[in-house]
């Protein structure tokens, strides 16, 4: 499908995507500003303050988007999912340029001035009002225009916390190989960016001598009708966006950021609402954050792999007897987390090393054993996922003998595949039900080895009769050719997760 043909189908979408990261990014520096600049006045009157303060703020701008998402996750109140953590950190973010421009710029004031003021009798507020914020604001309001800026970018970011906005367009296009979301998403991300800066700009440049007492009031106005918006509908979307369902008849269904596990959370999500149960959806969780949500309460059930469960939740070393780690991460995750492991959905989704189709046929490889004798000048590419996990890069290297000359290039698990087609990479994990194998001519090698443990899809979820029931009717129904069907058909030809899940139960049942 063409660019133009996308947007002219899915611009409604686009639109909504847009509003959600508009209103990310209002709140979130709305917040910093109204926390930002009178912390950075307050650190102009009291300098032992300074070096903490600010260094705190220092410290937020180099914490990782996605870290600082997990950390906020189980804190009450202030954590959870969705698109308050969102805001949390993007207030914490936007912080740093509002604080500093603020101190600069009063510091930054000449001395003589600021006696004049003192001479003529003004009070400390007279001197702030009339004085140095007049004079600071060219520089205040860059610290502003800067900080909108970065929460545009970071912003993106948020869609792997579920809390939308123009990243789910970018991370859904790395996952079905689709351009055209990518180009949506990240097109409009930026000519929202630039749009703040070039107003923002405007705004600066119109703060000249002649008009300093007329911007002023300006600005203080815009600065009310932010905390009237702030105060007005934040409250109300707090408790939205953080309130877990206390009724029995509702649930909060998880997922983590790749297509699979999206569709077997909509296949789940279906199951309950034909059953008169209200779901909420918070698809799309980046990282861990879908098993941290669970343990924090914030979700109440999500597709998992028994592999990943004991070896990266559990921290056990990897083991092949499908049955004993079934068992053994039933039995811990109810002594540990007080969780659930439904019965396996009826397939596995294993660790599938992957090649070109060409570079196969030409060398005749069926094995891993087979590449690893010719792979020596290959580069290879691997998830964070596999590069560190137990069942991983290391015990797989050793297991099998490889000695690359050049060391793996770790990397977003979606973008592997697109290097591999690419020819960037020559050898990569990936997964063994995934569509784009076939749609992009990749060929898994057979672990004639038997390192990788067996990873059976599951559900983990909190007990209860509604989704202990609906858990129970997906047990063994479904196999590796119904959902590598399904991932095709979202990440091949583009359908949505909705209507495939919505299919295969029409096809089979609930």
Same mark, same amino acid.
């Given at each position: ?6 947007? +002219? ?95 600069? =710029? ?24 009339? #004085? ?10 860059? =610290? ?20 939308? =906005? ?54 203080? *106005? ?73 343990? *924090? ?14 070896? *990266? ?115 990569? *994990? ?27 899809? #599951? ?17 063994? +129904? ?33």
């Amino acid at each position: 499908m063409r660019f133009a043909d996308f947007i +002219r189908t899915n611009w409604i979408e686009l639109l909504t995507l847009t509003r959600e990261h508009i209103f990310l990014v209002l709140i979130s520096t709305g917040a910093a500003v109204l926390i930002g600049l009178p912390t950075g006045v307050l650190l102009t009157r009291v300098r032992s303050l300074r070096t903490p303060v600010l260094g705190f703020a220092n410290i937020m701008q180099t914490v990782p988007s996605l870290a600082l998402f997990g950390l906020l996750i189980p804190l009450p109140f202030i954590g959870g999912i969705g698109a308050r953590t969102a805001i949390i950190a993007l207030a914490l973010y936007a912080l740093l340029p509002v604080i500093r421009n603020t101190v600069t =710029g009063i510091l930054g004031i000449d001395p003589k001035l600021t006696e004049a003021a003192t001479a003529m009798g003004m009070t400390a507020s007279q001197r702030l009002r009339l #004085v140095e914020l007049p004079l600071a604001m060219p520089v205040i309001i860059t =610290g502003i225009r800067v900080a909108v800026v970065i929460s545009v970018g970071v912003a993106t970011v948020a869609a792997a916390v579920g809390a939308g =906005g123009l990243g789910t367009y970018i991370f859904r296009g790395l996952r079905q190989n689709d351009n055209n979301l990518i180009l949506a998403g990240a097109l409009a991300s930026a000519a929202l960016a630039l749009l703040c800066d070039f107003g923002l700009g405007q705004f600066e440049k119109s703060y000249q001598v002649g008009r300093r007492q007329t911007v002023l009031p300006r600005l203080v *106005a815009v600065a009310t009708a932010a905390a009237v918006i702030v105060a007005a509908v934040l409250p109300a979307f707090w408790t939205a966006s953080s309130a877990h369902p206390n009724n029995a008849n509702q649930v909060v269904v998880g997922s983590k950021d790749f297509t699979e596990s999206i569709i077997l959370a909509e296949i789940l999500s279906q199951v309950l609402e034909q059953r008169g149960v209200t779901v909420t959806r918070q698809f799309e969780l980046g990282g861990n954050l879908a098993h941290d949500s669970l343990v *924090a309460g914030k979700i109440d059930a999500y597709p998992e792999y028994t592999g990943t469960a004991y070896t *990266a939740i559990l921290k056990h070393s990897p083991i092949t007897d499908t049955k004993a780690v079934y068992e053994q991460t039933r039995s811990e995750y109810a002594d540990r987390f007080n969780l659930s492991v439904g019965e396996p959905l009826g397939f596995a989704n294993d660790f599938a090393i992957l090649v070109r189709g060409d570079v196969a046929r030409r060398n005749r490889l069926r094995t891993i054993s087979g590449a690893a004798a010719i792979a020596g000048n290959w580069q290879a590419g691997f998830g964070q996922d596999f590069m560190s996990r137990a069942d991983g890069y290391e015990g797989f290297k050793k297991a099998y003998g490889f000695a690359f000359a050049k060391p793996p290039k770790e990397m977003d698990l979606s973008l592997t595949y697109r290097a591999l087609a690419a020819g960037e990479l020559d050898i990569i *994990a990936g997964n063994s039900t995934d569509g784009l194998i076939s749609a992009l001519d990749l060929v898994q090698l057979e672990d004639d080895r038997h390192y990788f443990p067996p990873y059976q899809a #599951v559900f983990i979820f909190r007990a209860g009769p509604e989704l202990r029931g609906a858990v129970e009717a997906l047990a063994n +129904r479904i196999t590796v050719e119904d959902m590598r069907k399904m991932n095709g058909a979202v990440d091949g030809s583009h359908r949505s997760p909705h209507d495939v899940a919505a299919e295969w139960l029409a096809a089979h049942g609930s």
